[in-house]
């Protein structure tokens, strides 16, 4: 059961109505919902409340959950310590996936 | 100067194992990469007797059936990256993979994700209140860490994994002072294990919810609405079972495509026959293919596992065909056994094999 003041990001402490609020404005995904109220940007980085915001939309729009879309899975995949990016001979920044994203500065390949 | 390997394995659980038992065992070289200090996955902290496993695999404990899995791969090619995670892709394919000191690129001729599940939510008004863990948490304490978390519990949800832990929590002196079950009967399929459970002793609610748990710093009270009232039980433990659903971060990263199955667990890789993604290079075992029973998690990592040695070529088309239809068969009867609906979603989702929901989530 939930209700108005019930947490659904644990990690940003983001309740049930900041959800239902930035759906009102028009937020339709989770990507959505996480760039309006932080949601999903604390430690576990959406892994247990992905499920939880695609409850609410569905509640809320009527949208079936096959028609709300995954959010964006970054690298890294977990949590890494910033020291160990950093100490290490390969260069991080060749990854497909931020190369995806931003223009690869010169010389890093 | 890469790390080199023939197969990389995500994932050292179940799946994982057999899959690398299929591949080590006709001389490819296996890396298993996994987060935990030991291999076995969940198993290893699994004191329930699971019975259908498919061959060679008699009856037997979960931690029994981990020693097992990972003794047959002592002789055999097989690397162990344990403390290990998969963080992400490199541009020429290498999978990026950190301990706690280094990030380093591994590159392998064919990779099979074998990342399992995660369990799910079940949100209420303070369910954040510490001493409110999942089930799988709760099981990992007593039998691996040999810690009681709690005297007095209430166990939200009802499946054959709640209802196992819930005896188990029983066995080493928590008082479980009721398993509530939202739906309008209780969700275990196990005749024996609903049997014992109603042995017990321990009060059983269906048609009922949590309305909110109460505390100061930790939970103390709950509340539980039934169809008529409420009632409050004075607990220091509560146990969620939400259900599990596979855990994607691998596959997404590799640009697998994926489609939604409710009974699968919701949103999963797309797979054929093969157990093999639209990513040629990349398979699939286990949970991470849907969640299902043990059983059927060793079947899934075995059928990936012969098809990449037909991948690379190790064993011929013909034989390859005939090992996996044998497999399969025996994947559908322990599948409908007692879950024939997961078994129809799984159908319904290899035929959707080109039509996933979400693809190319890299090509902005």
Redesign the interface.
């Given at each position: 059961?939930?209700?108005q003041?019930?947490?659904?990001c644990?990690c940003e402490e983001i309740s049930?109505e900041e959800v239902a609020e930035v759906i009102r404005y028009g937020a339709r995904t989770f990507d959505d919902v996480k760039r309006l109220t932080r949601c999903g940007m604390g430690p576990c980085q959406a892994?247990?409340?992905m499920?939880?915001v695609a409850q609410v939309i569905h509640a809320e729009t009527g949208r079936a959950?096959?028609e709300i879309?995954?959010p964006?899975?970054r690298?890294?995949?977990?949590p890494?310590?910033l020291e160990?990016?950093a100490t290490?001979r390969?260069s991080?920044s060749?990854?497909?996936?931020v190369?995806?994203?931003v223009e690869p500065e010169e010389g890093m390949r | 100067m890469a790390m080199e390997t023939d197969v990389l394995i995500i994932g050292a659980g179940p799946a994982g194992l057999a899959a690398a038992f299929e591949l080590a065992s006709r001389g490819l070289e296996v890396t298993l990469v996994d987060?935990s200090a030991a291999a076995g996955g969940q198993l290893v902290q699994q004191t329930q007797l699971i019975r259908s496993l498919p061959a060679p695999f008699q009856p037997m404990r979960g931690f029994a059936l981990a020693e097992a899995l990972t003794k047959r791969l002592a002789a055999l090619p097989v690397r162990y990256l344990l403390g290990h995670?998969?963080?992400?892709?490199?541009?020429d394919g290498s999978v990026?993979v950190?301990d706690?000191?280094?990030?380093?690129?591994l590159k392998a001729r064919k990779i099979v994700v074998a990342t399992g599940a995660?369990e799910?939510?079940v949100?209420?008004?303070k369910?954040?209140l510490p001493g409110i863990i999942t089930i799988g948490a709760a099981q990992t304490l007593i039998n691996r860490d040999f810690v009681r978390p709690g005297k007095h519990a209430v166990i939200v949800g009802s499946s054959d994994f709640a209802v196992d832990v819930a005896l188990q929590l029983a066995d080493v002196g928590v008082n479980i002072k009721a398993v509530v079950e939202r739906q309008s009967a209780l969700l275990a399929r196990d005749a024996e294990k609903v049997a014992q459970l109603k042995q017990s002793g321990i009060p059983t609610y269906v048609n009922a919810?949590?309305?909110?748990a109460r505390g100061k710093g930790e939970v103390a009270e709950i509340d539980i609405?039934l169809s008529e009232r409420v009632i409050t039980e004075h607990v220091d433990l509560v146990c969620l079972d939400g259900g599990r659903?596979p855990v994607?971060?691998?596959c997404?990263?590799l640009g697998c495509s994926?489609?939604?199955q409710?009974e699968l667990g919701?949103?999963l890789p797309q797979y054929n026959k093969r157990l093999q993604t639209d990513r040629e290079d990349v398979f699939l075992a286990g949970n991470a293919a849907g969640i299902s029973t043990q059983g059927v998690v060793l079947a899934t990592g075995m059928i990936a596992g012969v098809s990449v040695c037909e991948a690379l070529r190790v064993i011929g088309g013909e034989e390859a065909e005939r090992l996996r239809s044998a497999l399969w068969k025996e994947l559908e009867v322990l599948e409908t056994t007692l879950f024939p609906e997961v078994w129809q979603a799984r159908l319904r989702h290899m035929d959707n094999f080109g039509n996933p929901?979400?693809k190319e989530?890299?090509i902005?």
């Open positions: 059961m939930l209700d003041a019930t947490i659904i644990r049930y892994k247990i409340c499920s939880l959950l096959p879309p995954l964006r899975m690298m890294p995949l977990s890494i310590k160990t990016l290490n390969t991080f060749a990854v497909k996936s190369l995806d994203e | 987060e995670r998969m963080i992400g892709l490199y541009r990026g950190a706690e000191a280094n990030v380093f690129p995660a799910n939510a949100p209420f008004p369910w954040t919810a949590v309305k909110e609405q659903s994607l971060e691998a997404y990263q994926f489609g939604y409710q919701g949103w929901l979400l989530q890299f902005s």
